[in-house]
């Protein structure tokens, strides 16, 4: 499972990199990240960092695999709520 969170941290982290030089070079609403996804594509990045950290954090803190898998997934649903609310 290690590596399905490190995928997941990976993919997360390339996504954001990409969504922020896509907002600073943009030079109209078209090719603005925040235009073409919106909040539904601010809550996938999210939830992509947050589950692949939560279960690296967890696998590598020694808990047994079903725990790190909850919390993974737990940290991926508190990003998508979070993500919501700011």
């Known amino acids: 499972m ?3 969170y490190g995928v997941a941290l990976v993919a997360g982290l ?31 990045v999210g939830a ?3 589950f692949g950290m ?3 954090s967890a696998a590598y803190g020694g808990w047994p695999a079903w725990a790190a898998i909850v919390a993974a997934v737990a940290a991926a649903g508190a990003a998508i709520w979070y993500v919501g609310t700011v």
């Open 2 to 4: 290690r590596a399905a």
């Open 14 to 44: 390339t996504t954001l990199i990409a969504w922020v030089i896509a907002v600073a070079v943009s030079r109209t609403g078209a090719g603005n990240p925040e235009q073409r996804f919106g909040l539904r594509g601010r809550r996938v």
């Open 48 to 50: 992509l960092i947050a």
């Open 54 to 56: 939560g279960g690296l």
